[in-house]
């Protein structure tokens, strides 16, 4: 359960990494990841708001975060990675689907970002493989709760 929680927060650290970086640096440091770069299909690879200022973030802040929870800071990158991966793993599909930047896609907009990480955490942590889904889902019936929390608290600029 303990680590559960723990993993959950790594989640949390490695998702709330670029937005305390917006915060922070507001557009100071802000390149696409995609460098502006469109798609054989005309639409942006992963668009505007996928920025190399937010992966470093969410890199830098999950080991850390990692360490404070009395876990390797390993497993803090490995979560930091797998969840940017899984993210722009999202926006890759939704661009294709049309979608624009920062649109809501519910499951699609949490699956790919918790289930990543998670799945490249189990060698290093002995996860078993009924906790990933359970884990995923709590990622994103919380995210969903927090998410609107923090665009009232005008710290996410959409409330998703």
């Given at each position: 359960?303990?680590?559960?929680?723990?993993?959950?927060?790594?989640?949390?650290?490695?998702?709330?990494?670029?937005?305390?970086a917006?915060?922070?640096?507001?557009?100071?440091?802000r390149?696409?990841?995609?460098?502006?770069?469109?798609?054989?299909?005309?639409?942006?690879?992963?668009?505007?708001?996928?920025?190399?200022?937010?992966?470093?973030?969410?890199?830098?802040?999950?080991?850390?975060?990692a360490?404070?929870?009395?876990?390797?800071?390993?497993?803090?990158?490995?979560?930091?990675?797998?969840?940017?991966?899984?993210?722009?793993?999202?926006?890759?599909?939704?661009?294709?689907?049309?979608?624009?930047?920062?649109?809501?896609?519910?499951?699609?907009?949490?699956?790919?970002?918790?289930?990543?990480?998670?799945?490249?955490?189990?060698?290093?942590?002995?996860?078993?493989?009924?906790?990933?889904?359970?884990?995923?889902?709590?990622?994103?019936?919380?995210?969903?709760?927090?998410?609107?929390?923090?665009?009232?608290?005008?710290?996410?600029?959409?409330?998703?």
């Amino acid at each position: 359960m303990i680590l559960s929680i723990k993993l959950m927060l790594l989640l949390m650290a490695a998702n709330g990494g670029p937005i305390v970086a917006r915060i922070l640096l507001d557009d100071r440091f802000r390149k696409p990841v995609d460098f502006g770069y469109r798609f054989p299909d005309g639409r942006p690879l992963f668009g505007s708001s996928k920025t190399w200022r937010g992966i470093v973030a969410a890199l830098l802040i999950t080991p850390l975060a990692a360490w404070l929870l009395d876990l390797p800071p390993g497993v803090g990158l490995l979560i930091g990675a797998g969840a940017m991966t899984g993210d722009l793993l999202s926006s890759f599909i939704k661009r294709r689907l049309g979608m624009n930047a920062s649109s809501e896609a519910p499951g699609l907009d949490q699956i790919p970002e918790s289930a990543l990480p998670l799945l490249l955490a189990v060698p290093a942590l002995s996860l078993s493989w009924q906790q990933i889904p359970l884990l995923v889902c709590l990622f994103w019936a919380g995210g969903l709760l927090l998410s609107r929390l923090l665009y009232h608290l005008h710290i996410r600029r959409r409330p998703y």
